[in-house]
């Protein structure tokens, strides 16, 4: 017998607000990054936005800004991979096991930090409901 879990590895963002921040806020101002928990790419990003527009009428600017809009299309990757990381996790049993290997299996998965504290809880509870 064969259990499919969805279980939500990453920190909990999600990937259109990510997105959206992208888009709108994330070339020079770095909106998305401070989302993601990346505040010093976030601050990086604001310095070098403003240090271009402080060096605009000498021409350094338009280097500067030709640099952000790289990072700023290289930042699309990490949108996506920093927002919902879900991992399907497949819990394999036969069907001799016993609710105590399920509820081993389940505490492994836990303490891997695969699942969280209050996915373990809930599960757990539903395993000792079975027992």
């Known amino acids: 017998m064969s259990k499919e879990v969805n279980v939500n590895t990453g920190n909990g963002n999600n990937l259109v607000v990510s997105l959206l921040l992208w888009l709108f806020l994330g070339y020079g101002i770095?909106?998305?990054n401070f989302y993601l928990g990346r505040k010093g790419v976030g601050i990086s990003q604001l310095v070098l936005f403003i240090?271009?527009?402080l060096?605009?009428?000498f021409g350094v600017g338009f280097i500067i800004f030709g640099i952000l809009v790289i990072w700023w299309l290289i930042d699309l990757?990490?949108?996506?991979k920093l927002s919902n990381n879900s991992n399907i996790v497949s819990i394999y049993s036969s069907n001799n096991s016993s609710n105590l290997d399920e509820l081993e299996k389940l505490h492994s998965l836990f303490e891997k930090?695969?699942?969280s504290k209050e996915q373990y809880a809930v599960k757990k509870d539903k395993i000792i409901e079975n027992l």
């Open 77 to 80: 990757i990490y949108v996506f």
């Open 30 to 32: 770095g909106g998305h």
């Open 55 to 57: 060096t605009f009428l």
């Open 51 to 53: 240090v271009a527009w």
């Open 113 to 115: 930090g695969v699942i």
